[in-house]
């Protein structure tokens, strides 16, 4: 048996850095296999993106204020994995959010407080229910003006999920696939290891971490205030906002979320990071293979850490926090 060999590749696609490592028997495979999985990167962000004029969901929010509109089965499935997220966190996820993160400056780094009037406006045009999806037509139809999608907190994780569905059908059986770190799947497993070792930072600290897991076909996803944020009168405003009020969230710091599939465990990270602990576990109940981790605190200050499901320990190294910090864990 031919013996194989790590190799690895990135490139640039969805505002991010995208890491591919996988074993191969000879670099010649190995490069077919990244440019295969490139290729279905970019073939999903041009379906996807709301920054490439001909991609499907610009088309969508351009004509299904007026009219539905028919979408092709993967775009459709899409949607409804994302409006079912809607639905089972009662609007904690919501793919029509994008107003408000205009609103507020964070889709153009313009970062300000909106008046209340502004909000008011805003929050007019966003709610999951306010889309209608038919799967008899496989239609796309919005029932207010002013709406439009966003596949900002799925889509990523989505196209790590088909690069992953990809390498599988050509016979790749251990890769780490890295979406800029937000999401990460890891196939397989690397020769005799049970899986990918992938580490979970600080917040806002990548060269510490709070916990290092083990993923064999499985992904994890994290959602962290300190991607995008600003400060405005001594309060710290991020980038994650509540669709339900339009205002960003306080108080947690990152939540990470380890799932089979890459896209599940990007929007449970974000339900995860806007409903907070008590509220997310209540899902993570209804659903199995599930395991989350949250962060609590202020920026550059961890307050509290939680659990549920999580496969391995928990242990903040920066002695800063070591004495302070408060370590919950629950199990079903």
């Given at each position: 048996m031919t013996e194989r060999r790590l190799f690895s590749d990135s490139c640039h696609a969805m505002g991010t850095r995208v890491e591919i490592h996988l074993y191969a028997t000879d670099a010649n495979r190995a490069a077919l296999y990244f440019e295969m999985a490139f290729d279905e990167i970019r073939r999903v962000e041009r379906t996807l993106s709301l920054y490439q004029n001909q991609s499907e969901l610009v088309r969508i929010n351009r004509i299904a204020a007026r009219e539905a509109?028919?979408?092709?089965?993967?775009?459709?499935?899409?949607?409804?994995?994302g409006f079912e997220y809607s639905r089972r966190s009662g609007g904690a996820f919501d793919m029509t959010v994008g107003p408000l993160l205009r609103l507020w400056g964070f889709s153009n780094r313009t970062m300000r407080v909106p008046s209340d009037d502004e909000l008011?406006?805003?929050?007019?045009?966003?709610g999951w229910e306010k889309v209608a999806l038919d799967p008899a037509s496989r239609t796309v139809q919005f029932r207010e003006p002013g709406v439009e999608l966003d596949?900002?907190?799925?889509?990523?994780?989505?196209?790590?999920?088909?690069?992953?569905?990809?390498?599988?059908?050509?016979?790749?059986?251990?890769?780490?696939?890295?979406a800029g770190s937000s999401s990460v799947y890891g196939l397989g497993a690397p020769p005799d290891k049970s899986g990918w070792l992938v580490r979970v930072p600080l917040p806002g600290n990548p060269s510490q971490w709070l916990s290092t897991v083990s993923l064999?076909?499985?992904s994890l996803s994290t959602s962290g205030s300190y991607e995008?944020?600003?400060?405005?009168?001594?309060?710290?405003?991020?980038h994650i906002?509540?669709?339900?009020?339009g205002s960003p969230v306080n108080g947690v710091l990152q939540t990470t979320v380890i799932s089979e599939h890459a896209a599940d465990s990007e929007a449970l990270s974000t339900i995860a990071f806007v409903s907070g602990f008590q509220t997310s576990t209540a899902l993570l109940q209804e659903m199995k293979g599930i395991s989350a981790l949250w962060a609590l605190g202020e920026p550059r200050t961890v307050d509290q850490i939680q659990s549920w499901n999580w496969p391995a320990t928990v242990a903040i190294e920066d002695l800063r926090y070591k004495s302070s910090?408060?370590?919950e864990s629950l199990e079903t």
């Amino acid at each position: 048996m031919t013996e194989r060999r790590l190799f690895s590749d990135s490139c640039h696609a969805m505002g991010t850095r995208v890491e591919i490592h996988l074993y191969a028997t000879d670099a010649n495979r190995a490069a077919l296999y990244f440019e295969m999985a490139f290729d279905e990167i970019r073939r999903v962000e041009r379906t996807l993106s709301l920054y490439q004029n001909q991609s499907e969901l610009v088309r969508i929010n351009r004509i299904a204020a007026r009219e539905a509109v028919t979408t092709d089965p993967e775009v459709f499935r899409f949607l409804q994995t994302g409006f079912e997220y809607s639905r089972r966190s009662g609007g904690a996820f919501d793919m029509t959010v994008g107003p408000l993160l205009r609103l507020w400056g964070f889709s153009n780094r313009t970062m300000r407080v909106p008046s209340d009037d502004e909000l008011r406006q805003a929050l007019a045009t966003v709610g999951w229910e306010k889309v209608a999806l038919d799967p008899a037509s496989r239609t796309v139809q919005f029932r207010e003006p002013g709406v439009e999608l966003d596949p900002g907190a799925i889509g990523k994780g989505y196209a790590v999920d088909c690069v992953a569905s990809l390498l599988r059908e050509e016979g790749v059986n251990a890769a780490l696939i890295d979406a800029g770190s937000s999401s990460v799947y890891g196939l397989g497993a690397p020769p005799d290891k049970s899986g990918w070792l992938v580490r979970v930072p600080l917040p806002g600290n990548p060269s510490q971490w709070l916990s290092t897991v083990s993923l064999r076909n499985n992904s994890l996803s994290t959602s962290g205030s300190y991607e995008k944020f600003f400060r405005w009168r001594g309060h710290n405003y991020c980038h994650i906002l509540d669709p339900r009020i339009g205002s960003p969230v306080n108080g947690v710091l990152q939540t990470t979320v380890i799932s089979e599939h890459a896209a599940d465990s990007e929007a449970l990270s974000t339900i995860a990071f806007v409903s907070g602990f008590q509220t997310s576990t209540a899902l993570l109940q209804e659903m199995k293979g599930i395991s989350a981790l949250w962060a609590l605190g202020e920026p550059r200050t961890v307050d509290q850490i939680q659990s549920w499901n999580w496969p391995a320990t928990v242990a903040i190294e920066d002695l800063r926090y070591k004495s302070s910090v408060r370590v919950e864990s629950l199990e079903t």
